[in-house]
């Protein structure tokens, strides 16, 4: 069976976004630069970059598609990732606001599901095949999958940044087991790989 991953990027005190997210600011103040690793020293953190872009099908919530807030938005809000998104493969967005698939270039797919994390996770290992499946974030659907037992491998990406407020990746999470199997970094960035231990 295919292995559940996540990816997040987390300040040092444990923020995935800063505080006062908004459309125009959806990651919150200052949490553009948690992912200063990705696009300043592509490079040197190649590996960690391909393990986020080499699943078969992701898994996010409906603030990470479209932005923070309940309402549903526009018909034709097409999301955050521009016409080519980076996953090229299905993706699948929690909401409370279904809609039809949405396709966009490079292979990407947006599906909405509405009937929560067991329905998604089914349907993201279906459309992988043997390719694992990425639980992309935000910071809330992390969470659902982590309380749930539902991850297998968490990949922290840790910014020496302190935001000082926002969205925390571990609030109510519980009891989590942890065992770190891989260290790695940059100047920007550490990389820790822990197993989830059931």
Known sequence: ???????????????????DQSLSEPLGKGGESLHRWMFEEPEANAEAIQGILSAGAYIMGRNMFAGPG???????WRGWWGEEPPYHAPVFVLT?????????????????????VGSALAQARAAAGERDVAV??????ARQFLSAGL?????????????????????????????????SGTGLVTHVRYRVVR
């Open 96 to 116: 409370h606001h279904p809609r039809p698939p949405l396709e966009m270039g490079g292979g990407t797919t947006f599906h909405f599901v509405a009937d929560g």
């Open 70 to 76: 309940p309402i549903a938005w526009a018909a034709d």
């Open 136 to 141: 992309a974030g935000g910071a809330d659907t």
């Open 1 to 19: 069976m295919n292995k559940v991953t996540c990816d997040l990027t987390v300040s040092l005190d444990g923020f995935l976004a800063g505080p």
């Open 151 to 183: 991850i297998d491998e968490l990949r922290l990406h840790i910014s020496p940044l302190i935001l000082g407020g926002g969205t925390r990746l571990l609030d109510g999470v519980g009891n989590l087991t942890l065992e770190p199997t891989e260290v």
